[in-house]
C-alpha cells in the first residue's frame, strides 16, 4: 500500500471536521440568537406603536366632550356637556390605565422587563376598578335615559356593560399569563381593543361616516396583530384565536339579543328605580 491513499483522503477529512468545528458552531449560535433578537426587536416596535396608536385613538374620540375642556375657557370651542363626579372618576381611572399600558409597553420595548413586571401589580387594582367603576357609569347613564344610537336605554347598558366584560375577559388570563410574553401581551391588546377602545372609535370622527365606518375602525384594529403575526410568522398564535372568539362572539347583535329581553329590562329598572 502506498501512503497515497490516505494523503488524498486527508482534505476531506479535514473538511468534514471543519464543518463541525467549534466556530462555525459559534457563528451558527450567533446568527439565531441575532434572529431572535431581530423579531424581539420587530415584536417591541409593532406593540409599542399600537399602544401609541391606541392611546391617540382615545384621546382624538374623548376630545370633545372630555378633553377640551380646559381649553374652553381660552379658545372658541363649542361647549363640551357638563359630567357627574363618578363620570370624572371613571375618566381618570381609564385615562390612567391607557398611560400605564403605554408605559408598560415602552418599558418592554426599552428591555426594562424588570421595572414592567413591578409595575404590573398595578393591573391588580387598575383592572377590577374599571370593571366596577365602568358598570356604575352604564346604569347611570341608563337612569338619566342615554341610549346613544341603541333602541332604548336597556339595550344600550348591554351593548356598553359588556365593553367592560370582555375587557375584563381576556385582562384577567393575561395577568394570569404574565410569565408567558408571547401570550399576554397579545391578550391584553386584545382586551383593550375589543373592551375599551369601541367607545373611543364611536366618538371619533369615523361617525360622521354612519356606524359602518366605526365597525371597520374596530375590525382593524382587532385584525391588526394576527395578521402581523400572519405577515412575521406564518401563522396566529392561539391568544388570538381564543380572544377574538370571545369578542366576535359578544359583539352588537349579541348583545342587542339579551338587551332585548324582558329580564334585561326588568333587572336595569331595578337596578336605576
Do not use: C
Not at 375642556?69 to 375618566?91: C, D, F, Q, T, Y
Not at 399569563?177 to 366618538?203: C, F, N, W
Not at 398564535?237 to 377574538?244: I, M
Not at 349579541?254 to 331595578?270: M, S
Request: hydrophobic fraction near 55%; charge should be positive.
Amino acid at each position: 500500500m502506498t501512503p497515497a491513499a490516505p494523503t488524498q483522503a486527508a482534505p476531506e477529512a479535514l473538511s468534514g471536521r471543519s464543518s463541525n468545528s467549534p466556530s462555525a458552531g459559534v457563528r451558527s449560535g450567533e446568527q439565531l440568537r441575532n434572529s431572535i433578537h431581530a423579531a424581539q426587536r420587530r415584536d417591541h416596535r409593532f406593540f409599542l406603536i399600537m399602544a401609541i396608536v391606541i392611546v391617540a385613538t382615545v384621546f382624538i374620540g374623548f376630545f370633545p366632550t372630555y378633553f377640551q375642556k380646559p381649553l374652553e375657557r381660552v379658545m372658541p370651542l363649542a361647549p363640551s356637556p357638563g359630567l357627574a363626579a363618578i363620570v370624572h372618576i371613571h375618566a381618570v381611572v381609564m385615562i390612567t390605565f391607557f398611560l400605564f399600558y403605554l408605559l408598560q409597553t415602552a418599558l418592554v420595548s426599552g428591555n426594562r422587563k424588570a421595572l414592567h413586571m413591578t409595575l404590573g401589580w398595578a393591573s391588580v387594582v387598575l383592572i377590577p376598578a374599571i370593571v366596577i367603576i365602568g358598570t356604575v357609569v352604564v346604569f347611570y347613564g341608563a337612569k338619566l335615559g342615554h341610549k346613544g344610537i341603541w333602541p332604548d336605554p336597556e339595550a344600550a347598558a348591554m351593548v356598553f356593560v359588556l365593553d367592560v366584560y370582555v375587557f375584563a375577559g381576556l385582562a384577567a388570563p393575561a395577568i394570569l399569563l404574565r410569565t408567558k410574553p408571547e401570550a399576554h401581551k397579545r391578550l391584553m391588546l386584545l382586551a383593550i381593543i375589543g373592551g375599551l377602545l369601541p367607545p373611543a372609535l364611536a366618538r371619533s370622527p369615523l361617525i360622521h361616516l354612519g356606524p359602518f365606518a366605526v365597525a371597520a375602525a374596530v375590525f382593524a384594529f382587532l385584525f391588526a396583530g394576527p395578521i402581523y403575526d400572519l405577515m412575521t410568522r406564518r401563522r396566529i398564535h392561539p391568544a388570538y384565536l381564543w380572544g377574538l372568539l370571545l369578542v366576535v362572539a359578544t359583539m352588537p347583535p349579541t348583545r342587542l339579543a339579551l338587551g332585548h329581553t324582558q329580564a334585561w329590562h326588568h333587572f336595569v329598572d331595578w337596578v336605576i328605580r
